[in-house]
């Protein structure tokens, strides 16, 4: 059973914090890289943190400093602690392995539902 659970989203003012969790299946998180993903209105989905399994991280200029992305090998879990959070966040957050899992029965890219990350005063 493919799984992708994102959940930690929500509404915060402007430099606040918010920690977002991602439950996912073995298949996915098990020894391969973890990425963090967002999606604001009217653009393309983009890769803004990852780790892989040894815990080396990467981030995009954009959250370096801001954000931190951890991951959890016994509970198959990935986080994204956000802090000094920024209007331009507002996005919808998901996440998945680096590079995406592609579903062959599906034949496409596997996607959990996402978690919605609004920053507004």
């Known amino acids: 059973q493919v799984q992708l659970v994102e959940s930690g989203g929500g509404l915060v003012q402007p430099g606040g914090s918010l920690r977002l969790s991602c439950a996912a299946s073995?298949?996915?998180?098990?020894?391969?890289?973890m990425g963090w993903y967002r999606q604001a209105p009217g653009k393309q989905r983009e890769l803004i943190a990852t780790?892989?399994?040894?815990?080396?991280?990467v981030y995009v200029d954009s959250v370096k400093g801001r954000f931190t992305i951890s991951r959890d090998n016994a509970k198959n879990t990935v986080y994204l602690q956000m802090n000094s959070l920024k209007p331009e966040d507002t996005a919808v957050y998901y996440c998945?392995?680096?590079?995406?899992?592609?579903?062959?029965?599906?034949?496409?890219?596997?996607w959990g539902q996402g978690t919605q990350v609004t920053v507004s005063s």
């Open positions: 073995g298949s996915i998180f098990t020894r391969n890289a």
């Open positions: 780790i892989n399994s040894g815990g080396s991280t």
């Open positions: 998945n392995k680096n590079p995406p899992f592609y579903s062959v029965s599906h034949s496409s890219v596997f």
